[in-house]
């Protein structure tokens, strides 16, 4: 078999994105034939021995999954928190396997978020390139006008870089603000609330409601439904028709 870089082999074990598997190999935390590995290293499957915190890697066979799960306001995307918080593990323990987050949403965020154990499909839907869409309800309050609404939708610059321009809608206005409907294409750190920092608007109430084709209409807050092969296949196209553009346009 040939080798294949070390950071794929985590996201073919399903055991992490090759990102995270990154940063472990980086930060010393995995050996390869008792050695501590380093960036660019490379393994054959199978015949290397792979050790990540004391913990053999080895490639699985079994099926993988992938669950759309309705996150509560309160939780934190992460498997383990230092600060004993509510995390989205604790609502997908029934699901038979070990889910990890496919990107963020604030502890004060709520709704669609996917979790699998598919490394690959992670890597792939969280590539900068990709333009699987994500679409947001977001409740703000503020001056909501035609000026606010473009500047919403330019390219904005966040965190010293221009952001992809957002497709904004207004689903319906009230007093001291507006319900927003917000399509985004890539996705910075609380990017959406930034963006309304910067038009004077705060966010009250902020919600994802679709990636994709997957919608988190009928999933009640707190549970998941596990996605077909057929709905995962159209999320690992879509990806990478994304990533195909991009390399296409450089």
């Known amino acids: 078999m040939e080798s294949i ?14 990102r995270a598997a990154e940063e472990e190999i980086a930060a010393g935390h995995v050996k390869v034939n008792g050695k501590v590995a380093s960036l660019g290293d490379r393994v054959v499957p199978g ?20 669950v759309a799960l309705n996150k509560p306001r309160g939780y934190v995307c992460t498997m383990h928190d230092e600060k004993d918080r509510k995390n989205v593990s604790e609502l997908v323990v029934g699901v038979g396997s070990r889910l990890y987050p496919v990107g963020r949403l604030d502890m004060a965020s709520e709704g669609l978020l996917l979790m699998t154990d598919d490394g690959e499909l992670a890597n792939l839907l969280t590539h900068p390139a990709h333009h699987v869409p ?12 035609d000026s606010a609404l473009s500047k919403l939708g330019s390219a904005l610059v966040i965190d010293g870089r221009p952001i992809t321009p957002v497709e904004v809608t207004v689903v319906d206005r009230k007093p001291d603000g507006a319900r927003l409907e917000m399509t985004l294409y890539e996705g910075r750190n609380r990017q959406i609330r930034k963006m309304c920092e910067a038009c004077g608007l705060e966010v009250s109430r902020l919600k994802r409601i679709r990636i994709g084709d997957i919608s988190v209409n009928g999933i009640a807050p707190g549970t998941y439904r596990v996605l077909g092969d057929a709905e995962v296949a159209a999320l690992r196209r879509a990806a990478k028709k994304g990533t195909e553009e991009e390399d296409g346009d450089a």
Do not use: E, H
């Open 5 to 18: 870089k070390l950071q794929k082999y985590f996201s073919d074990c399903g055991i992490m994105s090759r």
């Open 134 to 145: 994500k679409v947001y309800r977001v409740s703000v309050k503020g001056k909501v006008d």
């Open 47 to 66: 015949a290397d021995r792979v050790v990540w915190n004391g913990r053999g890697i080895t490639q699985r066979k079994a099926s993988r999954i992938t």
